[in-house]
């Protein structure tokens, strides 16, 4: 059973920083993707950053330059790490892994960015 388990979602002031991490566990082969979605309020969920197997790495266009990804392949654990955060990139942050035909979600961390 694969698990992913989501951390370091809370309440910032606009112009401030958040680390997500999202540590994998379970039976997993090689992951094509581990990245992250934002869910904002009454909104669908929408890509926000991936890394892809062999390093390349993917981002929405109103993130780059402020939101970075990057994978511990020995812990098998993603990280976004968030700088410059606006009150639009409040929502749920949803990790997210594909594995061969299969894909996981972890439960979603909150963030809150205050104006």
């Known amino acids: 059973q694969v698990q992913l388990v989501e951390s370091g979602g809370g309440l910032v002031q606009a112009g401030g920083s958040l680390r997500l991490s999202c540590a994998a566990s379970?039976?997993?082969?090689?992951?094509?993707?581990m990245g992250w979605f934002h869910q904002p309020p009454g909104l669908q969920r929408g890509l926000v950053a991936a890394w892809r197997r062999g390093g390349t790495t993917d981002y929405a266009d109103s993130v780059k330059g402020r939101f970075t990804v990057s994978r511990d392949n020995a812990k098998n654990t993603v990280y976004l790490q968030m700088n410059s955060l606006k009150p639009e990139d409040t929502g749920v942050y949803y990790c997210y892994l594909s594995a061969g035909v299969r894909e996981y979600w972890g439960q979603g961390t909150q963030v809150t960015v205050s104006s």
């Open positions: 379970g039976i997993i082969l090689s992951p094509n993707i």
